[in-house]
């Protein structure tokens, strides 16, 4: 899962699955990411997504994008919450001591909820998330750069 694009992609993918409410996708997602091991590594992920999104809002509204406790207290693991807050925040990241499959899955679909809670804040069809999706190559496809090659012409 900590393949150059397997945790953002899966984030990605998750968010759409909640989206088009695809409660079965999201259980296929969940159970691939766990026998992979990669549950934290989705969680970083949707944290730096949820985060990315909520910036956004916050600069379509002009005003901040605000996260009720009651949000964060979905996470009923207190060490998975922080971690997962952690994660919304951009902080340091150790490893939570305690890590339930099912809280580190809601704190997932909680991070995930956020996401698109802010999209929708920021005026972002959530349509988006599949065409960000097809871009994303899977974890077995080559990386093109998006950059030139140092060595190539530029310009006229």
């Known amino acids: 899962m900590t393949t150059v694009w397997g945790a953002p992609r899966a984030a990605y993918l998750l968010a759409l699955a909640i989206a088009r409410e695809d409660d079965q996708g999201r259980s296929e997602l969940w159970e691939t990411v ?9 969680v970083i992920a ?5 985060r990315l999104m909520s910036r956004a809002a916050a600069t379509a509204t002009g005003k901040p994008f605000d996260v009720p406790d009651a949000v964060w207290k979905r996470i009923p693991c207190p060490d998975v919450r922080d971690y997962s807050m952690a994660a919304y925040a951009g902080g340091e990241l150790g490893t939570p001591s ?3 499959a099912r809280c ?7 991070l995930a909820g956020l996401h698109l809670a802010a999209m929708d804040a920021a005026g972002i069809p959530r349509t988006w998330l599949a065409e960000v999706c097809a871009r994303i190559p899977e974890a077995d496809e080559p990386v093109t750069p998006s950059v030139p090659d140092a060595g190539a012409a530029v310009g006229p």
Do not use: V
């Not at 949707?46 to 949820?50: D, H, R, S, V, Y």
């Not at 580190?104 to 909680?110: C, D, G, H, S």
């Open 34 to 42: 766990s026998r992979a091991g990669g549950e934290t590594d989705l």
């Open 46 to 50: 949707l944290g730096a997504q949820a």
């Open 98 to 100: 305690f890590s339930c």
């Open 104 to 110: 580190l899955r809601i704190a997932a679909e909680t």
